[in-house]
């Protein structure tokens, strides 16, 4: 069972990360303010009422005769809160908050008297400093969250250039996996400030040129040694043709035959991967031209033109890649063989077990016919062709499976599809420049 996944871009988890990072730090200053501002200001407001009551308790000593506490304060309240009546009974003169569950907290202060008796003193938390608290409070609120929606804006810059760069660098690594080598990852992503991407730009660019080397020194090879053999297999064919008719001979000539076939089929793929070979553009009729070449090639197909289209191409390379899907599913399919025309696509499609899973995910591979119930015989070069003929006319070859008819796996046969493209590489390579309707 597949795990489903959340798929983001850099860009919102860095946002993510320094919002939740800032709301964090702006959460916990904002609660070490708020405590310290309370603190203070209560350690100030008990400050004062000890000055009262200590005020009180002079103007009261010094009366006589001795008259009840003026200024609020009382003898012997017994709402006194307990800590306060602990210290008293130690003789020692203190203050005390009073919290309530609602409202503002009151402020005690409590001395003792010579003659035993105890002056207190209390009052509510002024109404000033309640108010001083609550725009305090706003201000660390409006604060924090400036601080979160700063760390995003943050974020999305930082990230978002990250993310561009990232973004450049995979698309110029998709142009190299595409066959593009000229392209440099370094050069997409530019940028003054050199940071991880950079390196991973090096490293992906080191990647593409050690493979271009070896890809190249491989293509060397193989056209050396397809070049090599031609000569000596023209020969096999030659003395072949001087062999006394018998069934020995016509296996050696079926042999030789098949041996030059893929020495030429060897050399054209060299061909085709050093990127050399250039189109000659003719205009002709699609279905017109594909019905006449699959008849010469393959009279059993049955060819269907929906829609008649005139392009632009090589009939050359055009026949080249038509023959060698007609004969991929002469070999590997089943009847009857279906050829359909509708404007610039061309589809061939069988009836046979389809293509196999590795050719349809990663794309037809030299001397790798695929799966054991379409590998009867072949080198896999055929659909390698086809693909490279198709990049030279800019078209694009794509290969899938009909849906299932039977009960069979696979028994609803191999499709290719050929897209040709509107405008054809000319014969240097380029696409020819459009001009719009009154342009000079």
Not at 46 to 70: G, H
Not at 209 to 218: K, P, Q, S, T
Not at 228 to 249: C, K, S, W, Y
Not at 374 to 388: P, Q, W, Y
Request: proline share 6%.
């Amino acid at each position: 069972m597949k795990t489903p996944s959340l798929r983001t871009g850099v860009r919102w988890k860095i946002s993510i990360a320094i919002a939740a990072v800032g709301a964090l730090v702006a959460v916990a200053l904002s609660l070490v303010v708020h405590n310290a501002a309370r603190v203070s200001m209560l350690g100030n407001a008990r400050d004062v009422q000890m000055e009262r009551l200590l005020f009180a308790q002079r103007m009261y000593e010094s009366a006589k005769p001795k008259t009840d506490p003026k200024f609020g304060a009382k003898l012997n309240d017994p709402a006194l809160p307990e800590q306060l009546d602990e210290l008293m009974a130690e003789r020692r003169r203190g203050t005390y908050v009073q919290e309530h569950p609602e409202g503002p907290p009151d402020v005690w202060a409590a001395v003792p008297l010579g003659n035993g008796d105890v002056l207190s003193l209390h009052s509510q938390f002024a109404s000033r400093s309640t108010t001083i608290m609550k725009d305090l409070d706003e201000a660390l609120i409006v604060g924090s969250v400036s601080v979160v929606f700063g760390g995003c804006a943050l974020g999305v810059l930082i990230g978002g250039q990250l993310s561009r760069r990232l973004r450049k660098a995979a698309t110029a690594a998709g142009k190299v996996a595409q066959g593009n080598t000229e392209v440099r990852v370094r050069d997409a992503i530019g940028g003054v400030v050199r940071d991880e991407t950079d390196e991973l730009a090096r490293a992906v660019d080191a990647l593409t040129d050690a493979l271009n080397e070896r890809i190249e020194a491989e293509r060397r090879v193989t056209a050396d040694i397809a070049h090599e053999l031609r000569t000596p297999v023209t020969g096999l064919l030659t003395a072949a043709e001087l062999l006394p008719p018998g069934r020995p001979t016509e296996l050696v000539r079926d042999r030789a035959q098949a041996m030059r076939t893929l020495v030429e089929d060897v050399l054209e793929v060299a061909r085709l991967d050093s990127a050399s070979e250039r189109a000659e553009l003719q205009e002709i009729a699609l279905g017109e031209f594909v019905e006449r070449r699959v008849v010469a090639l393959y009279p059993d197909a049955v060819v269907r033109v929906v829609h008649e289209s005139w392009v632009n191409t090589d009939p050359r390379r055009l026949e080249r890649i038509l023959g060698n899907l007609l004969a991929n599913a002469a070999k590997h399919g089943r009847g009857p063989v279906e050829v359909t025309v509708e404007g610039r696509v061309v589809r061939v499609r069988d009836h046979g077990p389809g293509f196999p899973e590795a050719l349809l995910r990663e794309g037809p591979s030299r001397f790798r016919t695929g799966a054991s119930d379409r590998a009867g015989h072949g080198h896999g070069l055929g659909l390698t062709i086809a693909a490279g003929q198709a990049r030279v006319l800019g078209a694009r070859l794509t290969f899938r499976n009909a849906a299932p008819t039977g009960t069979a796996p696979g028994a609803g046969g191999a499709i290719a599809v050929l897209w040709l493209p509107e405008h054809a590489p000319t014969t240097t390579g380029s696409f020819p420049i459009l001009r719009l309707p009154g342009t000079p």
